[in-house]
Protein backbone atom coordinates (compact mmCIF):
# COMPACT_ATOMS: atom_id res chain seq x y z
CA UNK A 1 0.00 0.00 0.00
CA UNK A 2 1.39 3.10 -0.89
CA UNK A 3 0.97 5.65 2.04
CA UNK A 4 -0.93 8.45 0.82
CA UNK A 5 -1.58 12.15 3.15
CA UNK A 6 -4.17 12.16 5.22
CA UNK A 7 -5.47 15.95 4.29
CA UNK A 8 -7.48 17.18 8.05
CA UNK A 9 -11.45 17.60 7.51
CA UNK A 10 -11.99 21.15 6.20
CA UNK A 11 -13.40 23.23 9.11
CA UNK A 12 -17.11 24.54 8.47
CA UNK A 13 -17.99 28.13 8.29
CA UNK A 14 -20.10 30.29 10.99
CA UNK A 15 -23.47 31.00 10.16
CA UNK A 16 -24.10 35.07 9.30
CA UNK A 17 -25.54 35.47 12.35
CA UNK A 18 -22.29 34.06 14.36
CA UNK A 19 -20.31 36.19 11.91
CA UNK A 20 -22.45 39.60 12.72
CA UNK A 21 -22.22 38.83 16.61
CA UNK A 22 -18.31 38.35 16.11
CA UNK A 23 -17.82 41.69 14.14
CA UNK A 24 -20.39 44.03 15.75
CA UNK A 25 -21.39 42.73 19.03
CA UNK A 26 -24.97 40.79 20.62
CA UNK A 27 -26.55 44.76 20.34
CA UNK A 28 -26.31 45.57 16.59
CA UNK A 29 -27.74 41.80 15.86
CA UNK A 30 -31.03 43.14 17.69
CA UNK A 31 -31.32 46.04 16.25
CA UNK A 32 -30.92 44.77 12.54
CA UNK A 33 -33.83 42.28 13.72
CA UNK A 34 -35.87 45.05 15.00
CA UNK A 35 -35.12 46.96 11.98
CA UNK A 36 -36.43 43.71 10.06
CA UNK A 37 -39.44 42.94 12.00
CA UNK A 38 -40.59 46.97 11.50
CA UNK A 39 -39.82 46.29 7.55
CA UNK A 40 -42.05 43.68 7.46
CA UNK A 41 -45.05 45.47 9.55
CA UNK A 42 -44.88 48.21 7.43
CA UNK A 43 -45.07 45.92 4.43
CA UNK A 44 -48.41 44.23 5.90
CA UNK A 45 -50.10 47.80 6.64
CA UNK A 46 -49.29 48.86 3.21
CA UNK A 47 -50.69 45.46 1.78
CA UNK A 48 -54.08 45.63 4.26
CA UNK A 49 -55.01 49.70 4.29
CA UNK A 50 -56.23 50.18 0.83
CA UNK A 51 -58.79 47.32 1.32
CA UNK A 52 -59.91 49.17 4.75
CA UNK A 53 -59.50 52.75 3.30
CA UNK A 54 -61.60 52.26 0.77
CA UNK A 55 -65.16 51.19 0.89
CA UNK A 56 -66.76 48.72 -1.58
CA UNK A 57 -68.78 49.92 -4.52
CA UNK A 58 -72.20 49.04 -4.62
CA UNK A 59 -73.29 47.28 -7.84
CA UNK A 60 -76.67 48.46 -8.93
CA UNK A 61 -77.92 45.49 -10.59
CA UNK A 62 -78.84 46.73 -14.30
CA UNK A 63 -82.78 46.20 -15.15
CA UNK A 64 -83.88 45.26 -19.06
CA UNK A 65 -86.60 45.23 -20.66
CA UNK A 66 -87.87 44.83 -24.37
CA UNK A 67 -89.91 46.15 -26.13
CA UNK A 68 -92.36 44.73 -28.64
CA UNK A 69 -94.44 45.68 -31.08
CA UNK A 70 -98.40 45.85 -30.59
CA UNK A 71 -100.05 42.84 -32.39
CA UNK A 72 -102.05 44.04 -35.71
CA UNK A 73 -105.74 43.66 -35.24
CA UNK A 74 -106.24 40.62 -37.54
CA UNK A 75 -108.39 42.02 -40.69
CA UNK A 76 -112.26 41.30 -40.25
CA UNK A 77 -113.57 38.44 -42.47
CA UNK A 78 -115.91 39.86 -45.15
CA UNK A 79 -119.49 39.48 -44.38
CA UNK A 80 -121.88 37.67 -46.52
CA UNK A 81 -123.80 38.86 -48.89
CA UNK A 82 -127.47 39.42 -47.64
CA UNK A 83 -130.24 38.77 -49.72
CA UNK A 84 -132.16 41.56 -50.90
CA UNK A 85 -135.25 42.12 -48.92
CA UNK A 86 -138.91 42.36 -50.99
CA UNK A 87 -141.06 43.71 -48.68
CA UNK A 88 -140.04 47.65 -48.39
CA UNK A 89 -139.10 48.76 -45.00
CA UNK A 90 -141.36 50.88 -43.13
CA UNK A 91 -139.61 54.35 -41.95
CA UNK A 92 -138.49 54.57 -39.00
CA UNK A 93 -140.08 56.64 -36.47
CA UNK A 94 -138.23 58.73 -34.58
CA UNK A 95 -138.23 58.86 -31.01
CA UNK A 96 -139.51 61.63 -28.71
CA UNK A 97 -136.48 63.06 -26.96
CA UNK A 98 -137.06 63.47 -23.21
CA UNK A 99 -135.75 66.83 -21.79
CA UNK A 100 -133.22 65.94 -18.89
CA UNK A 101 -134.21 67.55 -15.78
CA UNK A 102 -131.72 70.27 -15.22
CA UNK A 103 -130.56 70.12 -11.40
CA UNK A 104 -131.99 72.90 -9.85
CA UNK A 105 -129.54 75.71 -8.42
CA UNK A 106 -128.50 75.51 -5.19
CA UNK A 107 -129.87 78.26 -2.56
CA UNK A 108 -127.03 80.94 -2.45
CA UNK A 109 -126.67 82.29 0.93
CA UNK A 110 -126.04 86.00 0.89
CA UNK A 111 -123.05 87.29 3.06
CA UNK A 112 -124.11 88.57 6.79
CA UNK A 113 -123.78 92.21 6.29
CA UNK A 114 -120.88 93.86 8.03
CA UNK A 115 -121.65 95.63 11.31
CA UNK A 116 -122.10 99.48 11.10
CA UNK A 117 -118.77 101.32 12.13
CA UNK A 118 -119.70 103.42 15.52
CA UNK A 119 -117.87 106.62 15.33
CA UNK A 120 -116.79 108.28 18.78
CA UNK A 121 -118.34 112.09 18.64
CA UNK A 122 -118.34 113.74 22.03
CA UNK A 123 -121.92 115.16 22.13
CA UNK A 124 -120.79 118.31 22.55
CA UNK A 125 -119.71 118.09 19.03
CA UNK A 126 -122.15 116.62 16.64
CA UNK A 127 -123.26 118.15 13.18
CA UNK A 128 -126.69 120.39 13.27
CA UNK A 129 -127.92 118.43 9.99
CA UNK A 130 -130.96 120.93 9.55
CA UNK A 131 -127.78 123.67 8.57
CA UNK A 132 -126.88 121.07 6.04
CA UNK A 133 -127.58 121.99 2.55
CA UNK A 134 -129.90 119.67 0.46
CA UNK A 135 -129.86 119.11 -3.56
CA UNK A 136 -132.90 120.43 -5.23
CA UNK A 137 -135.02 117.50 -6.85
CA UNK A 138 -133.06 116.73 -10.55
CA UNK A 139 -136.21 117.03 -13.09
CA UNK A 140 -137.06 115.02 -15.95
CA UNK A 141 -134.28 114.51 -18.27
CA UNK A 142 -134.98 116.71 -21.69
CA UNK A 143 -135.22 114.05 -24.50
CA UNK A 144 -132.54 114.03 -27.21
CA UNK A 145 -132.82 116.19 -29.80
CA UNK A 146 -132.84 114.79 -33.49
CA UNK A 147 -130.44 116.53 -35.93
CA UNK A 148 -131.92 116.60 -39.24
CA UNK A 149 -129.98 116.55 -42.95
CA UNK A 150 -126.45 115.67 -43.63
CA UNK A 151 -123.65 116.22 -40.93
CA UNK A 152 -121.48 119.43 -40.77
CA UNK A 153 -118.36 118.97 -43.23
CA UNK A 154 -115.35 118.48 -41.13
CA UNK A 155 -112.04 121.03 -41.84
CA UNK A 156 -110.09 120.59 -44.89
CA UNK A 157 -106.64 119.78 -44.55
CA UNK A 158 -105.57 122.67 -46.50
CA UNK A 159 -107.41 125.03 -44.40
CA UNK A 160 -105.85 127.98 -42.37
CA UNK A 161 -104.59 127.36 -39.31
CA UNK A 162 -106.73 128.96 -36.44
CA UNK A 163 -104.25 130.99 -34.43
CA UNK A 164 -104.39 132.48 -30.69
CA UNK A 165 -106.59 136.37 -29.74
CA UNK A 166 -109.45 138.43 -31.83
CA UNK A 167 -110.02 140.59 -33.45
CA UNK A 168 -111.32 144.41 -32.48
CA UNK A 169 -114.65 143.21 -31.94
CA UNK A 170 -114.07 139.37 -31.39
CA UNK A 171 -113.31 138.02 -34.87
CA UNK A 172 -111.52 134.96 -34.88
CA UNK A 173 -108.02 135.15 -36.39
CA UNK A 174 -106.25 132.89 -38.67
CA UNK A 175 -102.10 132.60 -39.52
CA UNK A 176 -101.08 134.69 -42.46
CA UNK A 177 -100.27 133.43 -45.98
CA UNK A 178 -98.39 135.93 -47.66
CA UNK A 179 -99.01 136.44 -51.20
CA UNK A 180 -95.59 138.75 -51.14
CA UNK A 181 -93.30 139.60 -47.95
CA UNK A 182 -92.90 142.79 -47.83
CA UNK A 183 -89.07 143.82 -49.07
CA UNK A 184 -86.98 145.55 -46.48
CA UNK A 185 -86.42 148.79 -48.24
CA UNK A 186 -90.85 149.34 -47.64
CA UNK A 187 -89.81 148.82 -43.87
CA UNK A 188 -86.62 150.21 -43.01
CA UNK A 189 -88.74 153.97 -43.48
CA UNK A 190 -90.95 153.02 -40.96
CA UNK A 191 -88.89 151.16 -38.58
CA UNK A 192 -86.24 154.26 -38.72
CA UNK A 193 -88.62 154.97 -35.31
CA UNK A 194 -88.46 152.03 -33.81
CA UNK A 195 -86.11 150.86 -31.16
CA UNK A 196 -84.49 147.41 -32.34
CA UNK A 197 -84.77 144.56 -31.30
CA UNK A 198 -88.46 144.70 -30.99
CA UNK A 199 -91.21 143.02 -32.42
CA UNK A 200 -95.15 143.75 -32.92
CA UNK A 201 -98.19 141.83 -33.58
CA UNK A 202 -101.24 143.18 -35.53
CA UNK A 203 -104.11 142.10 -36.54
CA UNK A 204 -105.82 143.16 -40.00
CA UNK A 205 -109.27 142.52 -42.12
CA UNK A 206 -108.36 141.04 -45.66
CA UNK A 207 -109.68 142.71 -48.66
CA UNK A 208 -109.83 142.11 -52.28
CA UNK A 209 -106.11 141.83 -54.60
CA UNK A 210 -104.60 140.46 -51.88
CA UNK A 211 -104.86 143.56 -49.51
CA UNK A 212 -105.47 144.42 -45.66
CA UNK A 213 -107.05 147.26 -43.82
CA UNK A 214 -108.57 147.81 -40.60
CA UNK A 215 -105.60 146.84 -38.54
CA UNK A 216 -104.85 147.02 -35.11
CA UNK A 217 -101.86 146.25 -32.53
CA UNK A 218 -102.60 143.47 -30.69
CA UNK A 219 -99.24 143.21 -28.78
CA UNK A 220 -95.70 144.92 -29.12
CA UNK A 221 -92.18 143.95 -27.25
CA UNK A 222 -90.36 145.88 -25.49
CA UNK A 223 -92.77 148.35 -24.18
CA UNK A 224 -92.21 152.07 -25.61
CA UNK A 225 -90.27 150.59 -28.41
CA UNK A 226 -92.76 151.92 -31.26
CA UNK A 227 -92.34 149.28 -33.31
CA UNK A 228 -96.35 148.71 -32.92
CA UNK A 229 -96.74 152.16 -34.29
CA UNK A 230 -94.26 151.68 -37.25
CA UNK A 231 -96.20 148.27 -38.54
CA UNK A 232 -99.24 149.76 -38.78
CA UNK A 233 -98.07 152.91 -40.92
CA UNK A 234 -96.51 150.45 -43.09
CA UNK A 235 -99.49 147.77 -43.39
CA UNK A 236 -100.97 149.11 -46.57
CA UNK A 237 -97.93 147.62 -48.23
CA UNK A 238 -98.77 144.06 -47.16
CA UNK A 239 -99.77 141.23 -50.04
CA UNK A 240 -101.45 138.65 -47.84
CA UNK A 241 -103.72 135.81 -48.76
CA UNK A 242 -107.30 135.48 -47.47
CA UNK A 243 -107.69 132.69 -44.88
CA UNK A 244 -108.75 128.96 -46.62
CA UNK A 245 -112.12 127.32 -45.20
CA UNK A 246 -113.49 124.40 -46.41
CA UNK A 247 -111.14 124.99 -49.53
CA UNK A 248 -112.44 128.27 -50.45
CA UNK A 249 -110.68 131.67 -49.97
CA UNK A 250 -112.19 134.19 -47.52
CA UNK A 251 -112.40 137.36 -48.02
CA UNK A 252 -113.09 139.58 -45.05
CA UNK A 253 -111.75 137.23 -42.75
CA UNK A 254 -109.09 138.46 -40.27
CA UNK A 255 -105.95 137.81 -40.07
CA UNK A 256 -102.51 138.09 -37.44
CA UNK A 257 -98.89 139.21 -39.05
CA UNK A 258 -96.13 139.53 -36.75
CA UNK A 259 -93.05 141.57 -37.94
CA UNK A 260 -90.10 140.77 -36.46
CA UNK A 261 -87.12 144.33 -36.11
CA UNK A 262 -83.90 143.24 -35.70
CA UNK A 263 -79.89 145.06 -35.27
CA UNK A 264 -79.46 143.45 -38.78
CA UNK A 265 -82.74 142.38 -40.08
CA UNK A 266 -86.50 142.60 -40.44
CA UNK A 267 -88.89 139.47 -40.48
CA UNK A 268 -92.44 139.32 -41.39
CA UNK A 269 -94.59 136.27 -40.21
Given at each position: ?????????????????SRLRERFGTRAVAIALALLVELLLAL?????????????????????????????????????????????????????????????????????????????????????????????????????RRVAGPPAPGPDPG???????????????????????????????????????????????????????????????????????????????????????????????????????????????
Open positions: MSNSAVLPPPDHAPPPLLLLTIAPRILTPPEETVPMATFGVSPEPEPAPEPPSPARPAETAPRTAAQPRPVEAEPQPADPAVNDPAPAPPVLLDIPLGRMPDIGAVPRRPAAGPAAPADSRRVEGRGPNGEPLYAAAWYRKPYDSELRGYLSTARAPSWALIACRTVADFRIDSCALLDEYPEGANIGRAVLAAAWQFRVRPPRLRGQYQVGEWVRIRIDYGLDSVAAE
